[in-house]
């Protein structure tokens, strides 16, 4: 009986070393082969090797940041409601040295991957310093939050363009930077709601109406500049911007009425008609750019 409960004791702290990780959030991170479908370069296997090994970087770093978040708020999230039990570290799934020992073993990971992919190592420290600067201090200043947010996806589809040594559109960043601003924007509207203030201390310096005007702003903006970025460039794109119409809407509805939101990738696995979007999106811009085709 002892082995056994030894046995599902180590399978538990496993699980939770790979919540701890949060592969889910990994999704994010699918900002870093923009670069690779709009250059047109995803039929060619050196660079979507490249691009892959960029978004595999971002991974590791981005659940190397998640986890130094989880250990600076340990303390803050026993006392939250559902952190408490969603959050290994909090829950006590999981020990600070296991924390400690893992988030040693992914910054390992990353100096192995920089020597294969030196040219990307620049933009993913960036991040990473971004994002200790966000956990310590920039978290709590009203707006600097979610501009930081942002940021992270602005230096995801650069790291893309310098893995393939490409040029970046101008309107890409910018429509980017809108649609992580949107998006962000949209997560703490729902945490107020949801949550109150009490989900993170920089809440009692926002009101529900002040968040929404951020958020229609940025949707306006996203869908402004992809429209502009699509007609001044790929012009042969312009069937998808009802695509990305369509998929504000529908964000926006899986918001107000189904009270989802606070979590973007949780809305997009959780939607089939917002999942749906992103796929259908994703192969009309494969179509429209594939070599050859236009």
């Known amino acids: 009986m002892q082995v056994v409960h030894t046995g599902s004791s180590a399978m538990r702290s496993a699980r939770g070393l790979i919540k701890l990780m949060r592969p889910r959030q990994w999704v994010k991170n699918v900002f870093v082969l923009a670069p690779l479908i709009f250059s047109g370069e995803f039929t060619q296997t050196a660079s979507a090797g490249r691009a892959l090994m960029a978004m595999l970087l971002f991974c590791i770093a981005s659940s190397a940041t998640y986890i130094i978040n989880d250990l600076k708020d340990i303390e803050r999230d026993q006392l939250h409601p559902k952190k408490s039990l969603s959050r290994p570290l909090a829950a006590g799934i999981v020990s600070k040295r296991a924390a400690f020992i893992l988030l040693g073993m992914l910054y390992g990971a990353l100096a192995v991957g920089f020597v294969i992919q030196p040219v990307v190592a620049p933009v993913i420290c960036a991040y990473m310093v971004l994002n200790i600067a966000y956990t310590f201090v920039l978290k709590h200043e009203p707006v600097v939050d979610i501009f930081t947010i942002a940021i992270g996806f602005v230096l995801r589809v650069y790291?893309?363009?310098?893995?393939?040594?490409?040029?970046?559109?101008?309107?890409?960043?910018?429509?980017?930077l809108c649609l992580a601003l949107y998006l962000a924007a949209v997560k703490r509207r729902q945490e107020l709601l949801q949550s109150g203030d009490e989900a993170r201390a920089v809440l009692q310096k926002y009101s529900v109406g002040l968040i929404d005007?951020?958020?229609?702003?940025?949707?306006?903006?996203?869908l402004v500049f992809y429209s502009m970025f699509v007609m001044s460039s790929k012009p042969q794109m312009v069937f998808t911007v009802p695509l990305v119409l369509f998929g504000l809407f529908r964000y926006w509805y899986v918001v107000e009425q189904l009270d989802g939101g606070e979590s973007p990738t949780d809305a997009l696995f959780t939607d089939w008609q917002l999942s749906a979007t992103v796929l259908a999106w994703l192969g009309a811009?494969?179509?429209?750019?594939?070599?050859?085709?236009?």
């Open 159 to 176: 790291a893309g363009a310098t893995a393939l040594s490409v040029p970046v559109s101008s309107w890409m960043f910018i429509t980017t």
């Open 213 to 222: 005007r951020y958020a229609e702003m940025s949707a306006t903006g996203a």
């Open 285 to 294: 811009c494969a179509w429209a750019l594939w070599p050859g085709m236009h």
